[in-house]
């Protein structure tokens, strides 16, 4: 049996009964293009500050983690940070299974074999290396306000600064802090085969600054070993948090 006609007719100007028209399917395809390319540059820019924020937040937690684990065992916890090509007072790259890391922590043991080296064995905690996410600040001009670093904030564009103000006793400009038995962070000159000068309370205040081109974001370490997370407000021009 076939269908009455009826039931395969159009109705008026095209329309079928049970459709919809070609140029109506067209303004559909064309209203969800345009809102699909609204929304994948809105979302792609959510997900990478996402990406950069959870980056922040592992370093603080790594600081954290060091503190901690300094009170806990009694040693001497040493952080080595900073561009590729960075190394500690004695020459020894700053790396973890023989790949560079941007942050690495290290047990230096009790304080009266510690060197403040990076040596066999001694990697405790690493922070590997995150696409397009790089030391420095693209929008920031002025450090947090809590920064006690001695080491001068230098709002270049990445790679030309390596993102901290942490300093030695003398104020001369670092790429490490270590964590005391008793949770204190201090600066350290660093010398071969040994800490050199050592600071005492207070020396090791100071802030890391990290960006991911979009949005910048701090990390500061205050001289009693509290650590805070900041992102730079643009709207503002100040930091938030």
Same mark, same amino acid.
């Given at each position: ?10 109705? %008026?100007?095209? *329309? ?5 028209t070609l140029i109506e399917l067209?303004?559909?395809?064309? =209203? ?20 950069? $924020?959870?980056a922040a937040r592992s370093l603080?937690?790594?600081? !954290? ?28 790259? &700053?790396? $973890? ?6 942050? =690495? !922590? ?6 009266? @074999? ?44 990445? %790679?030309?600064?390596? @993102?901290?103000?942490?300093?030695? %006793?003398?104020?001369? $400009? ?5 964590? *005391?038995?008793?949770?204190?962070? &201090? ?5 071969? @085969? ?9 020396? @090791? ?9 979009? *949005? ?7 001289? =009693?070993?509290?650590? *805070? =997370?900041? &992102? ?10």
């Amino acid at each position: 049996m076939t269908a009455p006609d009826s039931a395969m007719r159009s109705a %008026p100007g095209g *329309r079928s009964r049970s459709g919809v028209t070609l140029i109506e399917l067209m303004v559909v395809v064309g =209203l969800m293009s345009v809102v699909l390319g609204l929304a994948v540059p809105a979302f792609s820019d959510w997900l990478g500050n996402q990406r950069a $924020k959870a980056a922040a937040r592992s370093l603080a937690d790594l600081l !954290l983690l060091a503190r901690s684990e300094a009170i806990r065992t009694g040693n001497r916890y040493v952080v080595f940070f900073g561009n590729p090509g960075n190394t500690d007072a004695s020459g020894n790259p &700053v790396e $973890k299974d023989g790949a560079w890391v941007p942050v =690495l !922590l290290i047990n230096d043991g009790p304080p009266v @074999g510690s060197d403040c080296q990076i040596g066999a064995g001694e990697a405790f905690e690493a922070i590997a290396p995150v696409d397009e996410i790089w030391w420095g600040v693209s929008y920031a001009d002025a450090a947090v306000s809590t920064d006690s670093g001695a080491a001068p904030f230098n709002p270049s564009p990445p %790679p030309d600064w390596d @993102g901290a103000t942490f300093a030695d %006793p003398s104020n001369a $400009k670092v790429n490490w802090l270590l964590f *005391r038995p008793d949770g204190m962070p &201090v600066g350290f000159s660093g010398a071969a @085969g040994s800490c050199g000068t050592i600071g005492g309370v207070g020396s @090791g205040g100071g802030a890391f600054y990290a960006t991911n081109g979009k *949005r910048d974001f701090a990390v500061v370490v205050s001289p =009693l070993g509290g650590v *805070r =997370l900041h &992102v730079w407000n643009r709207s503002t021009g100040a930091w938030s948090g």
